[in-house]
């Protein structure tokens, strides 16, 4: 039985006409589409776009880029900075609002791909490769559909992060991160497992691997034996090509697992999303963690993943206190309720760019955040 798919649908040329909608941020497909080409200017579009209209391209695919870029323009190049008089919280809630109305907006520019994930538009790039890594192998048999421009150019920047990858001191090497999988561009948590004390055990559990660059840094260190665990299709996928790329596959086991897999082990860790917020699509699943389900489950199961006298590493930045979204007494309070103790810890500063940039609405937050290294043991 074919599988389900959302539909958008429009009226072109006097006939209504419908095509798979595709939307990795969970949109549903717009009601309101019109078509738009070469001749609509760049005010009109805007104008649509911030009313909810969505405006199917006809065009020139070049000229479609160059009104989107148009179209971030009058968006503005970043949300609106809120008052400074609130809370970090009111603040933190105020920029996400607003990261997530320009978002909509710029979403309402759309293009039509074939079956095979062809563009049928002047001068429209070859992207089928970009297409397939993040949504699966083309069907030639099946569906057109319809997704937005602004998706659409993320798929091709995933596709060349992907080829290029992305360079992991603590490796040596390049991790290539897929598509919808969190890439380590981050360094500071995978410098922490790099860099840590570290009676070499025979056996590790990195859970929820994602690009599976935890485990490779593991293995790197010695330790023989390693499950790396993951929910998510993509991110398993990810962390098997890049442990083989590593010559690492035979000392790492990737499963599908939610959370722990079967057995106890003397080392295992956990970098879990580090914000306890609902994410806005998918993509943002490896940052938000709502009601912090994932480091809960984490803290609630180690004990019982845990060889006697074994540790739990848990990877976290404290940027959700500074946000007032967490406080440090709540995760000291799940750490005793999960039957733990902490006997060490490890902190790094960050130094990725918003750390020093004074436009950014979570400036003061950033500039004082810092990442730890829990050193988790069973009471």
Same mark, same amino acid.
């Given at each position: ?211 599976? $660059?935890?485990?490779?840094? #593991? ?23 890049? #442990? ?7 000392? $790492? ?14 080392? $295992? ?100 955040? $810092? ?9």
């Amino acid at each position: 039985m074919a599988a389900e798919f959302l539909r958008i649908s429009w009226n072109e040329t006097g006939e209504a006409r419908s095509a798979r909608w595709r939307s990795e941020s969970g949109h549903a497909p717009p009601k309101r589409v019109l078509i738009a080409d070469d001749r609509t200017s760049a005010d009109a579009a805007y104008r649509l776009a911030c009313e909810g209209g969505a405006m199917l391209w006809r065009g020139d695919f070049q000229n479609a880029r160059q009104l989107l870029q148009a179209l971030t323009r009058r968006a503005g190049a970043k949300p609106r900075k809120p008052a400074l008089s609130g809370t970090p919280l009111e603040t933190f809630h105020l920029h996400r609002q607003a990261q997530a109305q320009r978002a909509r907006t710029l979403a309402m520019l759309l293009l039509p791909l074939d079956a095979d994930y062809r563009i049928p538009l002047r001068r429209a790039p070859d992207l089928r490769t970009a297409c397939e890594e993040a949504y699966g192998l083309a069907d030639p048999g099946g569906d057109a559909s319809v997704v937005s421009l602004r998706e659409l150019l993320g798929v091709v920047g995933a596709h060349e992060w992907r080829q290029k990858g992305v360079a992991v001191a603590a490796l040596d090497a390049h991790i290539h991160p897929h598509y919808g999988v969190f890439a380590p561009v981050r360094s500071e948590y995978v410098d922490l497992v790099a860099t840590a004390s570290l009676t070499i055990p025979t056996l590790a559990f990195d859970i929820g691997t994602g690009t599976g $660059v935890l485990a490779a840094v #593991l293995a790197r260190r010695g330790i023989t034996r390693i499950i790396a665990t993951d929910q998510d299709a993509r991110a398993l996928a990810c962390a098997r090509e890049n #442990l083989a790329r590593l010559g690492l596959a035979g000392r $790492v086991e990737v499963q599908q697992a939610d959370l722990f897999p079967v057995g106890r082990a003397p080392l $295992v860790v956990c970098n879990p999303p580090w914000l306890p917020a609902r994410p806005s699509s998918s993509l943002e699943a490896a940052i938000y963690d709502p009601e912090s389900r994932m480091l809960n489950g984490f803290l609630g199961g180690l004990a019982a993943h845990l060889t006697p006298e074994g540790e739990g590493w848990l990877l976290l930045s404290d940027l959700a206190e500074h946000l007032g979204l967490r406080s440090r007494d709540e995760l000291l309070s799940a750490f005793e309720l999960a039957g733990l103790k902490v006997v060490g810890r490890h902190d790094i500063r960050p130094h990725h760019p918003r750390v020093s940039d004074a436009t950014d609405p979570l400036h003061a937050a950033r500039a004082a955040e $810092v990442t730890s290294l829990w050193r988790l043991a069973v009471v």
